[in-house]
């Protein structure tokens, strides 16, 4: 049994991939769930309006931190401050009470603020808009269209590259007339319309058992899921290259999709994650993806306030996507070190 | 403009460097062989354009697919070459017909051309019956034939078969071999056939090229390499013994000790010989007389039962393999440690220059 026990420790020490498993992953819990895991949101971004914004502002608790002080604003500029996700919550100071409008999309903050304000008593009227109901469902569904996505893109497309490499497949592709980036495009082509086809059936599913509203523009959708499908095929394609079989592929995969799930904002806010944690999901596509499918969906916004969103996408679908393919090619044309010029009639 | 193949170049990976030299005529078979790590599949490689040369260069039909001083380079995808890999890597899930039509597809043939092409093919394979199956229900021949269709589809001017027959059982191999053969000797363009099996290459080739250490050591066609081996591995392979020596006059003074009587031969200097093990009488005493011109004493150290005969492993001086029946093993009483006398004809002696990368 000794012999068995040493093999066995000797194996893990040379499987990085498992080790990186055994160690990373406990560490990165650790962490999630001591500095990210949690729902208590410390300060929400407000905007007061209207012609008694200076008394609300100054009667305020720092819980509320007042981004935007607009005397001569209304309600509407001040929903259109919600809906851009400028703040998270907007006091309409030209009546009494005061009218506190609440972005419903941010569930964990909405909830925060509709518990603080229910302890002004009658002197706030509170009025949650995009999710009155304050729910969950309809947080989740945008984000959980994400998730599928991030699946597909990366554990199904990296297992189905890895396969070919394992079946010695790929080499063949490698010597037939066919070139590198039409093999690449044409294996990820499937996986891209697959994906879509799911994000469709999961969307209309949501809206259709849920109720969750689409109450934005398909094409700003169909665009940030588009690109956002770019970056996670990028990260599937990667995998498939550092991974000699399956289970390296799906290994890798799910040290990957863990942080996304767990630090994109989808479970645990970000704005209650401590700074030290928070930037992490900020690196992560997913991150923006659920920016993008929850302000469509809930808040009708537009591409315009979502701009910062699709810029971040596109950079990474740009980046992930070339270097990714970059390397696939080289499976592809080991041999392709230099460019020729059409092949030369010689008399030898 | 030469046509077929002319490979003159250098391919390095790692710290392992090929020296290439070979030419395949059109219509011709060359078969590749080498012991593991001679440098086979960097050749094959090389010539598919999956590893760049870094000296000299490799021409086909006389268009530059390689050629390191100038830096031209025709990537893999699109070489003319036909290449089936040792487990044939056919795509699991097409259909016979689908995998052979990829090749025609792959270069741009419509659908239908595609389609009508790799009937032609299965046709002409004897793989009629099997088109609509799926690769995961062929035998290893059936396999092998469809990945040789499927190169052959693609109208290739290069065929490269990579140990095309080393997945089959022993069984089915002679039969395939022959199949093999005959669709070979039908293709028009050049053929290279990397193998480390010694019959499959004297089956299938028109011409054996052998590799060792990255290097040709010999060339020519299976009689010639066969009757007279350059190195102790082409000599192991086709079963012979071989020695070097130095030419004294009638006799060859042997590099391990010992003469050979040899027969006129108009060598000079460095010399090999060859003996077929057939050709050894085996004695429990020294002959008193005989017309064999060398006779010695030896020690067994090893016997193999071979299909029909039984081989010895005797250590003297010289050295030899020997092949005697079984009834001969059990009427002498040879055994490992038992000392015995052997004897050659100077006649069955072939004597022969040692050239390096010596071409027959």
């Known amino acids: 049994m000794k012999a068995m026990v040493v093999k066995e420790f000797r194996e893990l020490a040379r499987d990085r991939r498992t080790l990186a498993m055994l160690i990373v992953l406990p560490l990165l819990l650790l962490v999630i769930f001591g500095y990210a895991a949690n729902f208590y949101v410390s300060s929400v971004k407000a905007a007061v309006v209207g012609p008694q914004a200076a008394q609300v502002t100054a009667q305020l608790p720092a819980f509320f931190e007042v981004t935007v002080d ?55 009227q509170t009025e949650v808009l995009y999710n009155p109901d304050l729910t969950t469902a309809w947080v989740m569904i945008p984000a959980i269209i994400g998730l599928i996505l991030t699946f597909i893109g990366t554990i199904v497309t990296s297992i189905g590259l890895v396969r070919e490499r394992e079946a010695g497949t790929l080499e063949q592709l490698a010597v037939m007339p066919i070139k590198p980036s039409s093999v690449i495009l044409g294996k990820i082509a499937p996986y891209f319309l ?6 469709i059936i999961v969307t209309v599913l949501g809206m259709t058992l849920f109720d ?107 980046v992930v996507f070339t270097a990714a393919t970059l390397r696939f090619r080289r499976d592809l044309a080991p041999g392709e070190r230099r460019r020729a010029p059409a092949a030369a009639r010689v008399d030898a | ?111 239908a051309d595609a389609r009508s092409a790799a009937d032609d093919w299965l046709a002409r394979l004897g793989l009629t019956e099997l088109a609509a199956r799926r690769p995961g229900d062929l035998s290893g021949g059936q396999a092998q034939r ?79 390499v066969a009757r007279r081996p350059a190195t102790e591995y082409v000599a192991k392979l086709v079963g012979l013994n071989l020695y070097t020596g130095t030419v004294d006059g009638s006799q060859v003074a042997l590099d391990g000790g010992g003469t050979f009587v040899v027969p006129n031969h108009g060598e000079h200097g460095d010399v090999l010989v060859a003996l077929r093990p057939s050709a050894v009488v085996v004695s429990p005493h020294r002959p008193d007389v005989s017309s064999a011109r060398n006779t010695w004493s030896a020690t067994i150290v090893g016997l193999t039962m071979l299909t029909d005969r039984v081989r010895l492993d005797l250590v003297g001086k010289p050295s030899a393999l020997v092949d005697v029946t079984p009834a001969a093993v059990a009427e002498l009483g040879l055994a490992p440690g038992g000392e015995v006398w052997l004897s050659a004809k100077a006649t069955e002696l072939e004597v022969y220059g040692q050239v390096p990368g010596s071409r027959s």
């Open chain 1, 70 to 124: 607009a005397p001569t604003d209304t309600r509407a500029d001040a929903e259109k401050l919600l809906q851009d996700n400028t703040v998270d919550v907007a006091f309409v100071a030209d009546q009494t009470p005061v009218l506190a409008l609440v972005d419903g999309s941010n569930l964990f903050a909405a909830q925060s603020i509709v518990g603080t304000l229910n302890s002004f008593g009658s002197s706030v």
């Open chain 1, 194 to 199: 697959l994906a879509s086809l799911d994000m």
């Open chain 1, 212 to 318: 969750v509203p689409f109450n934005g523009s398909v094409a700003v959708f169909a665009l940030g899921a588009a690109l956002f499908l770019f970056v996670v095929l990028g990260i599937g394609v990667f995998i498939s290259t550092i991974s000699r079989t399956t289970g390296q592929a799906i290994q890798t995969a799910f040290l990957v999709m863990l942080p996304s799930i767990l630090l994109s904002g989808m479970i645990f806010p970000l704005d209650a994650m401590a700074p030290g944690v928070r930037w992490i999901g900020y690196l992560l596509p997913l991150t923006y993806f659920v920016m993008i499918s929850q302000g469509v969906m809930l808040r009708g916004a537009s591409l315009v306030s979502l701009w910062p969103a699709f810029a971040v996408l596109a950079v990474m679908a740009t």
């Open chain 2, 1 to 111: 403009m030469t046509a077929g193949l002319v490979a003159r170049a250098e391919v390095t990976r790692g710290a392992f460097t090929l020296h290439a030299d070979l030419r395949v005529a059109p219509g011709e078979v060359v078969a590749v062989l080498g012991p593991n790590g001679a440098g086979k599949s960097t050749l094959l490689s090389a010539v598919a354009g999956l590893t760049p040369v870094s000296a000299g260069q490799i021409l086909l039909d006389g268009d530059v697919l390689d050629d390191a001083s100038t830096g031209a380079f025709l990537d893999a995808a699109h070489r003319p070459v036909g290449f089936v890999f040792q487990s044939y890597r056919l795509f699991p899930h097409l259909s016979v017909r689908e995998n052979v039509a990829f090749s025609p597809r792959a270069r741009g043939s419509s659908r």
């Open chain 2, 146 to 224: 469809v990945a040789l269709a499927r190169a052959l589809a693609g109208g290739p001017s290069l065929l490269l078969l990579d140990e095309p027959l080393s997945a089959l059982d022993a069984g089915s191999r002679l039969d395939v071999q022959t199949e093999l053969k005959k669709h070979l000797s039908g293709f028009a363009g050049a053929c290279l056939v990397v193998t480390h099996d010694p019959l499959e290459a004297l089956l299938l080739a028109d011409r054996l090229v052998v590799l060792e250490h990255g290097r040709v050591v010999q060339e020519g066609t299976p009689a010639q």
